[in-house]
C-alpha cells in the first residue's frame, strides 16, 4: 500500500525550533516529488513547498521562503519540514502530499497520496 | 501567482440533488492543470479530479470535473450522505507555487 505516515502533533512555546516528518512506503520514494501544504485552523490550504528526494532539489512559495526549511533522508524515505524560531502564527495542520506523477522534471501536478496530517501548536 | 476564486462559499442540498461547484483563475490554467479535492472533517485531503476531467483512482463516476481556460467545474450528479465536505480546487499548471482555492462547503440542507 502506498502511503505517507507524518510524526504526531507538536506542542512549542515561541522561539523554539522544529522539525517534523513524513515517511514515505510502498513506492520508489526517490522518484516522486514530496509537497508540504499548510492549513491554519478552520482556513483552507496553502502550498508551502517541495522537495524530490532523488536530488534534493526544492522549491518554495514566495509566501514560505525563509520561514521553514523542506529537505529529505532518501536512505530512510523521508522528508521533513522545520522551522528555526516558531511564532504563535505557525500554528496549523501541516500535511505532507506526494505529486502524482515521476520524475524530477515536473514541479507542477496534482497531489494523490497524503499524510495524515501533524497539528503544530505554538503557545506561551 | 494565479488567484483561484471559488464559489459559492456554502451550498446546501439535499441527498440525491445535483450539485455544481465552481472555480475561476485569475488567468489562464495552462493545459487544464486543475485539480479538485474533497476534504471531512478531521481528515486529510482527497484527490478527486486531476487534469480538469480525469478522476482519481477509486473516484465514484457520480462526481464528474469540465471546464478550461479561466473556469472550471465540479459536478456530483446525485447526492450521497458521505459527500458533504469541504470541497477545493487546485492550479499546478504554472511554475511554483501551485495554488487552491479558498474551498466550497457543501451541506445537508
Known amino acids: 500500500e502506498v502511503q505517507l505516515v507524518q510524526s504526531g502533533a507538536e506542542v512549542k512555546k515561541p522561539g523554539e525550533s522544529l522539525k517534523i516528518s513524513c515517511k514515505g512506503s510502498g513506492y520508489s520514494f526517490t522518484s516522486y516529488w514530496i509537497g508540504w501544504v499548510r492549513q491554519m485552523p478552520g482556513k483552507g490550504l496553502e502550498w508551502m513547498g517541495i522537495i524530490y528526494p532523488g536530488d534534493s532539489d526544492t522549491r518554495y512559495s514566495p509566501s514560505f521562503q525563509g520561514q521553514v526549511t523542506i529537505s529529505a533522508d532518501k536512505s530512510i524515505s523521508t522528508a521533513y519540514l522545520q522551522w528555526s524560531s516558531l511564532k504563535a502564527s505557525d500554528t496549523a495542520m501541516y500535511y505532507c502530499?506526494?505529486?502524482?506523477?515521476?520524475?524530477?522534471?515536473?514541479?507542477?501536478?496534482?497531489?494523490?497520496?497524503w499524510g495524515q496530517g501533524t497539528m503544530v501548536t505554538v503557545s506561551s | 501567482e494565479i488567484v483561484l476564486t471559488q464559489s459559492p462559499g456554502t451550498l446546501s442540498l439535499s441527498p440525491g440533488e445535483r450539485a455544481t461547484l465552481s472555480c475561476r483563475a485569475s488567468?489562464?490554467?495552462?493545459?487544464?492543470?486543475l485539480a479538485w479535492y474533497q476534504q471531512k472533517p478531521g481528515q486529510a485531503p482527497r484527490l478527486l479530479i486531476y487534469?480538469?476531467?480525469s478522476r482519481a483512482t477509486g473516484i465514484p463516476d457520480r462526481f464528474s470535473g469540465s471546464g478550461s481556460g479561466t473556469d472550471f467545474t465540479l459536478t456530483i450528479s446525485r447526492l450521497e450522505p458521505e459527500d458533504f465536505a469541504v470541497y477545493y480546487c487546485q492550479q499546478y499548471g504554472s511554475s511554483p507555487p501551485d495554488t487552491f482555492g479558498q474551498g466550497t462547503k457543501l451541506e445537508i440542507k
Open positions: 488567468q489562464s490554467v495552462s493545459s487544464s492543470y
Open positions: 502530499a506526494r505529486l502524482m506523477h515521476p520524475g524530477g522534471g515536473a514541479t507542477s501536478d496534482a497531489f494523490d497520496i
Open positions: 487534469g480538469a476531467s
